[in-house]
């Protein structure tokens, strides 16, 4: 009956515990979402009085794809199919999970992530002209000097979500969105969907002591996401369950796979 659905259970244990689950989380991108993010716009920063003006924004995103070259994140994958320019050489590329991306590019070190991880490495200042919906993700790129340009990215929720989540609460199981997205953005998919329990600009280890937390308070936790950075929670809940096209390491790590990829068949 699962294999009909696309639902692979990958561990013994699986089918038991989904039956007496309490609490199910759910990552926002790719798992609620469609993770089909698309890069709106680019703006420059409007609030640096010396500006960097060989900073055009085709050489932003041309910067931006060439730190995320190596990354399978959906938003890494926006940044590079929206890029036409050839990619720069990057020397220690670091990543900080969750959170952002640095390199050396011809010498300058360039820092692309959240807001929060900017902050720690440059001492620029945030402004932009334009007023974008709450529901949209905000990518920053930054030297230690100056924020360069600010990425605007969507995403779409997934229309089988709602029909999900409004089943989980008739059967009175309790639900939660645990994301690492900002607080605006994460609080906007909860109202549409009627999700209980939001949390936002989590890390991965956030998430996961979140989960603990649930489960020293007696809740059996099914937790369902797709990317790189669910690996660490998936393997701390009771029952984890990976989408079907999220990334390999969240597949190794899960007790179910949805190959499917329509959630609504959890």
């Not at 670091?94 to 820092?111: E, K, V």
Request: glycine content about 6%; proline content about 2%.
């Amino acid at each position: 009956q699962l294999a009909k659905i696309g639902l692979l259970p990958k561990r013994t244990h699986a089918l038991e515990t989904l039956a007496h689950a309490s609490d199910f989380v759910f990552d926002k991108t790719g798992t609620l979402t469609e993770g089909k993010i698309r890069l709106e716009n680019i703006e420059l920063n409007t609030d640096e009085p010396d500006a960097d003006s060989s900073i055009d924004k085709t050489r932003a995103l041309a910067i931006a794809a060439s730190l995320e070259a190596s990354s399978e994140h959906p938003i890494a994958r926006a940044i590079l199919k929206a890029n036409k320019e050839a990619l720069y050489t990057v020397n220690d590329l670091s990543h900080t999970t969750g959170q952002g991306i640095q390199g050396t590019i011809n010498g300058d070190r360039w820092f692309l992530g959240n807001k929060e991880f900017i902050q720690q490495f440059s001492s620029c200042t945030f402004s932009t002209n334009s007023k974008t919906a709450d529901s949209s993700s905000k990518i920053y790129l930054a030297t230690k000097q100056q924020c360069a340009a600010i990425f605007i990215l969507s995403d779409s929720i997934r229309p089988e979500a709602k029909s999900l989540i409004d089943e989980l609460h008739h059967q009175h199981k309790k639900t939660h969105l645990m994301s690492g997205d900002r607080i605006e953005n994460a609080a906007s998919i909860s109202r549409q969907l009627g999700i209980q329990n939001c949390q936002a600009n989590l890390k991965p280890e956030d998430k996961l002591k979140e989960v603990k937390a649930l489960q020293q308070q007696g809740a059996i936790v099914v937790m369902t996401g797709d990317g790189v950075n669910d690996a660490p929670v998936l393997a701390g809940a009771d029952l984890s369950i990976a989408m079907g096209k999220g990334t390999q390491l969240a597949a190794a790590t899960a007790d179910m796979i949805l190959i499917s990829n329509h959630v609504k068949h959890i």
